[in-house]
């Protein structure tokens, strides 16, 4: 959903360590989820997406997890490094629709 | 993947005129583009969505007479922010997909948008 207002969480970690960005998503319809990340100034990059009707798929360096029971989605990065600095946001397509409703975004910062 | 240009990629404006942003699907047709806008430090908020040869679907809050969206072919959406003020300086950002259904949406560079 939309976080007018609020600012960006932060996930600080070292580079190597793996990294686990969460996201909640608000509607028990959606049926398709897609990670993206942005680099500041930039539109958002796709990452990795997963159908409703699995619960785990894995990319280079990535995995996706997702909990229908709870409305939860997570990003797993491994092996972090500085160029996954950016903001990483959840985004769900809805049923029917064809349009994206994206999360928060969570702050990525890789200390090196 | 497919690629979705967007331009410019930053304007300034000043207060009381109209700014034009486009958004072009460069090696596909999209019958239908999304236009979203982010303040720093935010995610991105839906605004429309862009229809090619009819009339754009805004969200809601979103004054379309502001915001003014042409989807006069399957490879160009422009957006034209009227009568700009200086709460309308944003990013702005536009999507579309390839094909229907579960699909990726691919993203044009963005447009920084800033009004004086």
């Known amino acids: 959903g939309e976080s007018v207002g609020l600012h960006l969480p932060t996930l600080s970690v070292q580079e190597g360590d793996n990294s686990i960005i969460n996201c909640a998503y608000s509607?028990?319809?959606?049926?398709?989820f897609i990670w993206y990340k942005q680099e500041s100034g930039k539109g958002p990059q796709f990452i990795i997406d997963?159908?409703?009707?699995?619960d785990k798929r894995q990319g280079q360096r990535v995995t996706v997890l997702l909990n229908k029971t709870v409305k939860h989605l997570s990003l797993q990065i491994a092996a972090t490094q500085p160029g996954d600095s950016a903001v990483y946001f959840c985004a769900e397509n809805t049923g029917g629709g064809n349009k994206l409703t994206f999360g928060t975004g969570t702050q990525l910062k890789v200390e090196l | 993947g497919a690629v979705v240009s967007q331009h410019p990629s930053r304007v300034i404006c000043k207060s009381g005129t109209s700014v034009k942003i486009e958004c072009r699907s460069l090696d596909f047709q999209a019958t239908t583009m999304f236009w979203y806008r982010q303040f720093p430090k935010q995610s991105l908020m839906l605004m429309a969505t862009s229809n090619e040869g009819s009339k754009a679907t805004y969200e809601q809050g979103v004054e379309k007479d502001k915001f003014l969206i042409n989807h006069a072919s399957l490879t160009l959406s422009t957006l034209t922010v009227t009568s700009a003020h200086p709460e309308d300086s944003s990013f702005y950002i536009c999507s579309a997909r390839d094909r229907q259904g579960w699909t990726e949406a691919f993203f044009g560079q963005g447009t920084r948008l800033t009004v004086v």
């Open positions: 997963i159908r409703s009707n699995m």
């Open positions: 509607n028990s319809a959606s049926d398709y």
